[in-house]
């Protein structure tokens, strides 16, 4: 009987809320309160999304220097026969905002990094003389690794 009586006075206490001339403008709580429930899902969808699709506009600074690198130690190599002392094995932390570049090299081998820092730390790119290319993602929700290519999408995928 209590819980009954309780029902009408919301009901009432409701329909007090509501507009009671057609002219009159404005919005009632249970409008107001089903937007903000709309607006909270969309935005529990749209913003993982959003943020994979941020990470995956920063991978091409890593992909495409590794790529100009590559080309500047071959014309290296094929001056000097050797892959030691390439300047594009020096540390590099200034021609990127989200990666730091370094090499490692001997006589007949190198092996090009690009590590994330800021937003993208994590994510490690690497190639070598023999155009290998290779992933490494830790600590990243969704991503994974891949030893045959670079990542650029969730999942290891190429």
Same mark, same amino acid.
């Given at each position: ?10 009901? =009432? ?9 057609? @002219?009159?403008?404005? $919005?009632?709580? %249970?409008?107001?309160? %089903?937007?903000?429930? /709309?607006?909270? %899902? ?7 999304? *959003? &943020?994979?699709? %941020? ?9 495409? &220097?590794?790529?100009?690198? =590559? ?5 290296? $190599?094929?001056? &000097? =026969? ?8 020096? &540390? ?5 905002? *989200? ?10 081998? *190198? ?10 730390? #994590? ?13 490494? /993602?830790?600590?990243?929700? @969704? !991503?994974? #690794?891949?030893?045959?290519? !670079? /990542? ?7």
């Amino acid at each position: 009987m209590l819980a009954r009586k309780f029902a009408l006075e919301a009901a =009432r206490a409701l329909l007090r809320m509501m507009p009671k001339k057609p @002219g009159q403008a404005g $919005f009632t709580l %249970i409008e107001l309160l %089903i937007a903000m429930v /709309v607006v909270a %899902i969309l935005g529990a969808i749209a913003l993982p999304a *959003y &943020n994979n699709y %941020i990470l995956r506009g920063k991978v091409p600074e890593a992909t495409s &220097n590794l790529a100009a690198k =590559r080309v500047k130690i071959e014309q290296f $190599f094929q001056d &000097n =026969r050797t892959y030691v002392g390439a300047p594009v094995l020096a &540390n590099d932390s200034s021609t990127s905002q *989200y990666f730091d570049f370094s090499g490692t090299a001997t006589a007949s081998t *190198y092996t090009l990094t690009a590590t994330g820092k800021a937003s993208m730390t #994590g994510f490690t790119y690497t190639v070598d003389q023999s155009n290998a290319r290779a992933s490494t /993602v830790t600590g990243v929700s @969704g !991503w994974t #690794g891949n030893a045959s290519c !670079w /990542v650029t999408k969730q999942g290891g995928q190429c």
